[in-house]
Nanobody, 113 residues
Framework: QAQLVESGGGLVQSGGSLRLTCAGS????????MTWHRQAPGKAREWVAT???????FYTDSVKGRFTASRDDAKNELYLQMDNLQLEDTAVYYC???????WGQGTQVTVSS
């Protein structure tokens, strides 16, 4: 059964860094379009980044220059390196197999002042 499991979230001060991991099973991440989304309390789920099968990446304007998506094909994992985190980045972060619309459980990222 296909699954996605996010990890790596936590509490970090503004200006700090975290790396999120999205571990896939039951399918090959490199064969599909993968995305990162986030959702803050009381707000709609927001698209953050896309990692295409060929390696192309796309980011929402608010994270450009700070977040970097990458993929490890040997481990079947997707990553989101988040640098210079800001209070506005606080949210639950989800990865998604866009092709099948499969979501992970999410991991909490909290940025404090």
């Amino acid at each position: 059964q296909a699954q996605l499991v996010e990890s790596g979230g936590g509490l970090v001060q503004s200006g700090g860094s975290l790396r999120l991991t999205c571990a896939g099973s039951g399918f090959t991440l490199s064969d599909v379009i993968m995305t990162w989304h986030r959702q803050a309390p009381g707000k709609a789920r927001e698209w953050v980044a896309t990692f295409a099968p060929g390696g192309a990446t796309f980011y929402t304007d608010s994270v450009k220059g700070r977040f970097t998506a990458s993929r490890d094909d040997a481990k079947n994992e997707l990553y989101l390196q988040m640098d210079n985190l800001q209070l506005e980045d606080t949210a639950v972060y989800y990865c998604q197999n866009c092709d099948s619309q499969l979501w992970g459980q999410g991991t909490q990222v909290t940025v404090s002042s």
